[in-house]
């Protein structure tokens, strides 16, 4: 069985400030990695995700993640947030075998204030 | 495209009533999933259909039937609510092999 764990349930920053959100994800097998984002009353949007090559990954709105294969870690980064940044963010593992079947953390809520 | 559509957007039930929550998609995607948000729970898969004619249970079916009426159409059925069932339900659907899923704009479900 896989797990992801996203230990920080809520995560306060100032406008043009750096953020990482954190991810840990457990599996005995290798797996695909995903951040989504949930905008207030919206649903799930992809933001970035990893299948294999480069561990370092850039996706949508300038948000970036690196896939760390020893610490089991897949962080979001990015270098300056922006007020429309305010969201809920999910970090997320499938297996490479059942590439459809997600697994989802519990949500980290970043909340971007001047 | 109008992607993964939902309906009702909003639904207050009484304990015992049953209702269908719709989800329909227009990116002729083969796999299509229902999913349930509860605060911090994030996500869980309630049932998933890989294909047209398949469906299989997730992570927390009870209580909960699923109908994949064409390759467009998968609905969630509630026989008798209860106030568990209180949620965020999302419904999605991926490219079969492929692993992003696409989500519509959610169902939110009160029962009382």
């Known amino acids: 069985a896989q797990s992801v764990t996203q230990l920080d349930s809520q995560v306060p920053v100032f406008e043009e400030a750096p953020v990482e959100l954190r991810c840990n994800y457990s599996?005995?097998?290798?797996?695909?990695l995903f951040w989504y984002v949930q905008y207030p009353n919206q649903g799930l949007q992809l933001l970035l995700k990893?299948?294999?090559?480069?561990?370092l990954v850039k996706g949508i709105n300038g948000f970036e993640a690196e896939f760390n294969k020893s610490q089991t870690s897949f962080h979001l980064r990015k270098p300056s947030v922006h007020i429309s940044d305010t969201a809920e963010y999910f970090c997320a593992v499938s297996h490479t075998g059942t590439a459809s079947k997600l697994t989802f953390g519990t949500g980290t809520r970043l909340q971007v204030t001047l | 495209n109008a992607g993964v559509t939902q309906t009702p957007k909003f639904q207050v039930l009484k304990t015992g009533q049953s209702m269908t929550l719709q989800c329909a998609q227009d990116?002729?995607?083969?796999?299509m999933y229902w999913y349930r948000q509860d605060p911090g729970m994030g996500l869980r898969l309630i049932y998933y259909?890989?294909?047209?004619?398949?469906?299989d249970k997730g992570e927390v079916p009870n209580g909960y039937n699923v109908s994949r009426l064409n390759k467009r159409e998968f609905s969630l059925r509630l026989e008798s609510a209860a106030p568990s069932q209180t949620s965020v339900y999302f419904c999605a659907s991926s490219e079969q092999g492929k692993e992003t899923q696409y989500f519509g704009p959610g169902t939110r479900l009160l029962v009382l």
């Open positions: 259909s890989a294909s047209e004619g398949t469906t």
């Open positions: 990893y299948l294999s090559g480069s561990t």
């Open positions: 990116m002729n995607h083969n796999s």
């Open positions: 599996s005995s097998v290798s797996v695909y």
